[in-house]
Nanobody, 121 residues
Framework: QVQLVESGGGSVRPGGSLRLSCEAS????????MAWFRQAPGQGRETVAH????????VYADSVKGRFTISRDNAKSTLYLQMNNLKPEGTAVYYC??????????????WGQGTQVSVSS
């Protein structure tokens, strides 16, 4: 089973930036489309961004479009999420995983612990 370790979260003020990383334990990472998800307190998990296995075709939720950028380094088995102009509604635990379908919520691997992002003034 592939292990996923998310990092890079923290507390920032509105308008701030963070860069999240997700390292996978297996080199098969490069064979899979990947996505970032987030779960805010009391809410369900939502897909934030999706990227194809070859690093192309990024798709974003409307709520983050133009502010977040998903990327990957298959040689390092690592997924990234650059988050700019963060808003308070971006407060959530952020996770990565390989979705079964493009921008879907069903996932292939066991969830990691996630990384907490808190945006407040």
């Amino acid at each position: 089973q592939v292990q996923l370790v998310e990092s890079g979260g923290g507390s920032v003020r509105p308008g701030g930036s963070l860069r999240l990383s997700c390292e996978a334990s297996d080199r098969t990472f490069g064979n899979y489309d990947m996505a970032w998800f987030r779960q805010a307190p009391g809410q369900g998990r939502e897909t934030v961004a999706h990227i194809r296995a070859n690093g192309e075709g990024a798709v974003y939720a409307d709520s983050v479009k133009g502010r977040f950028t998903i990327s990957r380094d298959n040689a390092k088995s690592t997924l990234y999420l650059q988050m700019n102009n963060l808003k308070p509604e971006g407060t959530a635990v952020y996770y990565c995983n390989a979705p079964f379908a493009r921008f879907g919520t069903q996932t292939i691997w066991t969830w990691g612990q996630g990384t907490q992002v808190s945006v407040s003034s």
